[in-house]
């Protein structure tokens, strides 16, 4: 894979360690076989060795990416997947600017292939993925001042790459690739299962005026993917975010409403723990957009926080309902049992914080 790429790999290693001449005495490539991957990456690979420095053999380390078009849809640059969107975030050099609350990954060289992919050659971070509710509570501190920054004086970017309306075409992709539920419901006769389909149809028509509500926020930079291997705690206490795909300016409260929502449906966060992370990561956002400087209405944040949380039902109810039924033809597998008991919780959750938009009456 990598033949023809010593050019590459040593402008990549001279910005390591900022020198002009480097001999790379030997190297790996490691295929970090990335079990969920976004649709339009084609690989992620770690790449070591050792560098001959003024005569000292020195380790370095490397990330390489490649990101590759998916679909049409993913040409657009108003889509919330376009796919050329990370490689554009790291040749503006927004990255460099970010509030110092957060830090982001430097990127060598972003690399156009003649197959029509692109190669990010970035730095690999050291760090620990957040796993506690202490750490989980650290990072939305972190991401309140981030996201609060732009409310205090920081000038937003306006690079129109940037997805303006991330949740709106979130939900709309979920929604036209989402199980049709009105296919499963019949087959499900408990009142839980009724009463969750009455709501969801309520819900549903709301769509168009949450979506407007939400755009009607105050905007901020958003990173928007903020699940647990995307986020990296350092030893010397910084936050690291990778994967900048979707970045967006985004509403108030979005950021947040993904990481919760997101990190609960891959497990992350213990089933039995969701009311306790639901308020104590909103506190800890609402300490750093106040550190940040503002001094709004906690009340948007609140609204931004719950109402994104709440749209993600529109891909796991349909999925609940799928799962459900199948579960009724196999009740003995345990493993779907499990998923059906955790996306229940999950849709609970989603109502819950949907209900409490709609007290929030200003913002609607």
């Not at 900022?18 to 295929?31: L, S």
Request: glycine share 6%.
């Amino acid at each position: 894979m990598l033949e023809n790429k010593m050019d590459q790999l040593n402008i990549s290693v001279q910005q390591i360690f900022g020198e002009q001449e480097v001999e790379i005495v030997n190297f790996t490539c490691e295929d970090l076989d990335y079990k969920t991957p976004n649709f339009t990456t084609a690989g992620i690979f770690h790449l070591q060795g050792i560098a001959l420095i003024n005569h000292e053999q020195l380790p370095w380390s490397i990330i390489l990416k490649i990101i590759k078009s998916d679909s049409a849809e993913k040409e657009d640059p108003a889509h919330h997947n376009y796919w050329r969107r990370e490689a554009l975030v790291f040749e503006s050099k927004i990255l460099d600017e970010l509030p110092g609350s957060i830090q982001a990954p430097k990127c060598y060289l972003v690399e156009e292939q003649v197959d029509g992919t692109v190669w990010l050659w970035m730095e690999r971070i050291e760090g620990q993925f957040p796993h506690t509710k202490e750490q989980f509570d650290i990072i939305a501190e972190r991401l309140g001042r981030f996201n609060g920054a732009y409310l205090s004086g920081k000038n937003t970017p306006n690079d129109q790459w940037i997805c303006r309306s991330w949740l709106r075409s979130w939900t709309t992709s979920s929604i036209m690739y989402a199980p049709n539920p009105e296919e499963y419901i019949h087959h499900l006769y408990r009142d839980n299962d009724q009463s969750l389909w009455a709501w969801f149809q309520g819900f549903m028509k709301r769509i168009d005026n949450n979506l407007n509500a939400l755009h009607r926020l105050p905007r901020v930079l958003a990173h928007q993917d903020l699940s647990q291997m995307n986020m990296l705690l350092t030893q010397n206490g910084e936050l690291v975010l990778i994967d900048w795909q979707f970045m967006s300016l985004s509403g108030l409260g979005e950021d947040l409403g993904k990481m919760f929502g997101v990190n609960m449906s891959l497990g992350v966060i213990p089933i039995d723990r969701y009311e306790e992370f639901k308020e104590s990561l909103f506190h800890s956002y609402i300490k750093g957009l106040k550190a940040s400087g503002w001094q709004g209405d906690e009340s948007l944040a609140r609204y931004g926080y719950c109402l994104s949380t709440a749209l993600r039902s529109v891909w796991e109810v349909p999925q609940y309902f799928s799962l459900s039924t199948q579960l009724c033809a196999d009740s003995d597998y345990l493993k779907l049992q499990d998923r059906v008991a955790r996306l229940e919780q999950i849709i609970n959750i989603q109502r819950e914080m949907a209900e409490e938009c709609s007290t929030l009456k200003a913002y609607r």
